[in-house]
C-alpha cells in the first residue's frame, strides 16, 4: 500500500477549469466578518474610509479626538447649561481612554449620553447641527477602538 497525496478531482462541470477560486478581503470589525470568494460572480463592496475601519487607533488618539470635540462644545454657541452637560459625559470618557488599561464600555456609555445629548440639541437648536457633525465623524472614528458600530451612536 502506498501513502501519499491523493490526485486532484477533476473540477465539476458546472465550472470551468481556468476559474480561480480564493478566498480574500476577510474583515473583521465590531464583531461582524466579511468573506469574499472570488470566481463565484460574487460582488462586495465596503463603504467608509480606511481610518474609521481599521482598529489600529490607540488610546491617545482617541483622548486627542475627544479633546477636539471638548473644543467644539466649548466654542458651539449653545448655552452653558447646554455645554455644561455635554462636558460632564465627555470628560469621564477622555479620563478613562487615556489610562493604560481603559474601560472601553465605560468610554462607550458615556460617549452614548454625549451622542444622545448632541442629537437632541441637533434637534433643537442650531449650534447643535453643525456640533452634531463634528461629533459623528468623532464617533465613527471611535467606535472601532470601542469594538462596536457607530450605529451604537444613533449614527
Known amino acids: 500500500m502506498m501513502f501519499g497525496k491523493k490526485p486532484p478531482s477533476e473540477p465539476s462541470k458546472s465550472r470551468s477549469p481556468n ?10 470589525t465590531g464583531g461582524m466578518m466579511q468573506l469574499g470568494q472570488a470566481g463565484s460572480n460574487i460582488q462586495q463592496s465596503q ?3 480606511l481610518d474609521t475601519q481599521q482598529q ?10 475627544l479633546e477636539q470635540l471638548e473644543a467644539a462644545v466649548k466654542q458651539s454657541a449653545l448655552d452653558s447649561t ?20 481603559p474601560s472601553k464600555e465605560l468610554v462607550g456609555q458615556n460617549l452614548k449620553q454625549v451622542s444622545e445629548t448632541m442629537k437632541t440639541l441637533k434637534d433643537t437648536t442650531e449650534a447643535g447641527k453643525s456640533l452634531w457633525q463634528t461629533g459623528t465623524e468623532i464617533f465613527k472614528a471611535v467606535a472601532p477602538w470601542l469594538g462596536i458600530a457607530a450605529a451604537f451612536f444613533g449614527i
Open 47 to 49: 463603504t467608509g474610509s
Open 56 to 65: 489600529g487607533i490607540t488610546g491617545i488618539e482617541v483622548v486627542t479626538l
Open 19 to 28: 476559474q480561480p477560486q480564493s478566498l480574500s478581503n476577510v474583515i473583521l
Open 82 to 101: 447646554q455645554q455644561e452637560e455635554l462636558l460632564d459625559y465627555l470628560r469621564p470618557a477622555k479620563r478613562e481612554a487615556g489610562k493604560e488599561t
